[in-house]
């Protein structure tokens, strides 16, 4: 497929809810939609990278230079037969994980328009609906926090993920167990503790949650595997795993017995399909985690979620949950189950709508062979 034209659209949404984490509160979410077009068609790919250096050290601006700079110069005019061609051509680059993996996405887009399949069915996905949850931030209070979930349970979801930070951890998670002894629960700390809070963590051993989300440094496998050792609760890594191969690290020194897979993290959808097998050969369960995508990342993260290995619900909630008007269309609703069914139109599934997409539009750049 020979790349004619790729361009690049800076856009930010204003979330339904703000959203806080240990690394601090969010009210409008920026992102990079990727249009790359090739031989008449168009595909779309989201970068994730956030507005600050915060949950990575990629950012907005940061990934908007090695797009431009660096990656699309690789592939304006080249012939691309594979996804595995276009990750070759990005070879040289260190890190820029997020920015790789949405010039990455609008690829794989095409290329299931190209051959007439769903992305999900072009990846080797055997899911119509995938499992999903909802990821709850920090509150003010603890009554605000209980009356969130009371909500988000009243949408039908079936698992919710709890943000904890210092000072906001075992008596709130404690309470939320209380009051909903059944409910699939589990925690993320996005790095907010050391192994000196060990007994924090030692203290939610008895509250059944499905795992522990990334406790520790975002770089760090040694104290995760000090910490999982006096665990029985699972801890999960995000942050930390960057790539295949920090999987396999993360894996050998059991730092680890779950993995949140998020594309953008991983440096795209080969790199996150990689990371599937390996745990699914080890017998690790593995989940999609979010990023507070539009429709557009969303699209990509059900089609992942659809491989055998995603056993656990994934972060990507109904499109509702995140903003009231979304650049692309169709929505994700969610279903009595708590899924979210899987597109089976061509392509990714979904469109971009222009109106919305100027409206919410801050800088934009075209690039031609
Ligand atoms: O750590 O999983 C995380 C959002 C932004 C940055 C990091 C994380 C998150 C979420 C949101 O938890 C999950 C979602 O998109 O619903
Ligand atoms: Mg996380």
Not at 5 to 11: D, F, T
Not at 146 to 152: A, D, G, I, N, T
Request: aromatic residues 6%.
């Amino acid at each position: 497929m020979k790349i004619d034209a790729i361009a690049l659209h800076h856009v930010e949404l204003p979330l339904v809810t703000p959203f806080e984490t240990s690394f601090g509160r969010e009210y409008n979410r920026p992102c990079i939609l990727v249009e790359l077009h090739a031989e008449g068609l168009v595909g779309w790919g989201e970068c994730v990278a956030g507005s600050g250096p915060w949950y990575s050290y990629e950012t907005i601006g940061t990934a908007w230079h090695v797009i431009s700079e660096f990656l699309v110069p690789q592939l304006l005019g080249q012939n691309l037969d594979s996804p595995a061609d276009l990750v070759a051509r990005f070879g040289r680059v260190r890190g820029h994980a997020m920015a790789r993996a949405s010039v990455e996405a609008a690829f794989w887009d095409i290329l299931a328009q190209a051959q007439g399949l769903s992305l999900a069915t072009l990846i080797g996905g055997e899911k119509q609906r995938v499992a999903v949850g909802v990821s709850v931030g920090i509150e003010p209070t603890l009554p605000e926090l209980l009356s969130r979930v009371e909500s988000y349970l009243s949408d039908g979801y079936g698992r919710v993920k709890l943000k904890i930070k210092p000072g906001w951890d075992v008596q709130v998670v404690r309470a939320v167990r209380e009051r909903w002894p059944d409910l699939l629960l589990q925690v993320d700390a996005n790095s907010a503790y050391t192994l000196e809070h060990a007994p924090i963590f030692k203290a939610m051993d008895d509250l059944n949650l499905l795992l522990i989300e990334q406790p520790l440094h975002h770089e760090d496998f040694v104290d995760h595997a000090k910490l999982q050792a006096q665990l029985q609760t699972p801890i999960c890594l995000d942050e930390s795993i960057h790539s295949p191969e920090h999987a396999r690290w993360a894996l050998d020194v059991h730092a680890c017995k779950v993995i949140n897979i998020k594309v953008g993290r991983v440096g795209g959808l080969t790199a996150a399909k990689q990371i599937h097998d390996l745990c699914a050969e080890r017998g690790i369960p593995v989940w999609c985690g979010g990023m507070l995508e539009t429709n557009v990342g969303r699209a990509a993260n059900v089609a992942l979620a659809t491989l055998p290995n995603f056993t656990l619900p994934g972060d990507i909630s109904a499109s509702d949950r995140y903003y009231r008007e979304d650049v692309a269309a169709p929505d994700f609703v969610l279903n009595d189950d708590s899924t979210l069914s899987v597109p089976s139109a061509v392509g990714s599934g979904v469109s971009i709508n222009q109106s919305r997409l100027q409206a919410a539009r801050l800088r934009h750049l075209e690039l031609r062979a």
